[in-house]
């Protein structure tokens, strides 16, 4: 019996133009693309993930496609932490930066996905972290073997690391969530957009 056709899929939070161009000139100033121990996230695949949903049948994307809509929620601001983080376990991981303002929406956002795959059936391997919204700037690479000269190079990434004002990331309005299609490269992953769900607009003063 053939195994049935699948999608890798997730659904995320595209960034404006510009905020991937401030991103990449954080990342060019904190040395990232210097060293061998860092596979930096290119440019126009800088996001924010709610949910990784992993390789998914086509009968149950139709599935989620209806569970989009369901989020009802008015557009909101989100703004970026000037700071970089990173987390390491067994010489690899990734170096990031948490969200700030929108990060209570996205939760909620998160959430009702979450609840509305598994009451839909929607087979998907739940991470057993807290939701923590964040754009991943690199991920780590090269194995144990490399564990303390990895961790000499993170040292300056801590909470007490601002980065200077210059580089300070603009906020921007969340208008939608996007279900988007991981495809596999030869040099990196590219993400097609598969479907959208606007959210409502605010209107007047905000």
Known sequence: MEKPETK???IAVDLPYKIKGAITKLVKSARLADNKYFRLTLQKNLHI??????????????????LLPAIEIKSFDISICNNLFFSLKNGSGIVYLKIEKG??????????LL?????SGINIKIDKRPF???ITLARIKNGPNNKND???LLK??????ILPDGLKLPEFNCKKIILKQSITSNSSPVYKNIYSHPFT??????
């Open 150 to 152: 990895i961790l000499n």
């Open 132 to 134: 923590m919204p964040h």
């Open 115 to 119: 609840k509305g795959m598994l009451n």
């Open 49 to 66: 993930t709610i949910l990784f949903l992993g390789n998914i049948e086509l009968n149950q994307e139709r599935v989620i496609k209806k």
């Open 8 to 10: 890798r899929l997730f």
């Open 201 to 206: 607009q605010i209107t007047g003063d905000r």
């Open 103 to 112: 990060a209570r929406e996205l939760k909620f956002i998160y959430e009702n």
């Open 156 to 161: 300056p990434f801590n909470p007490d690391n």
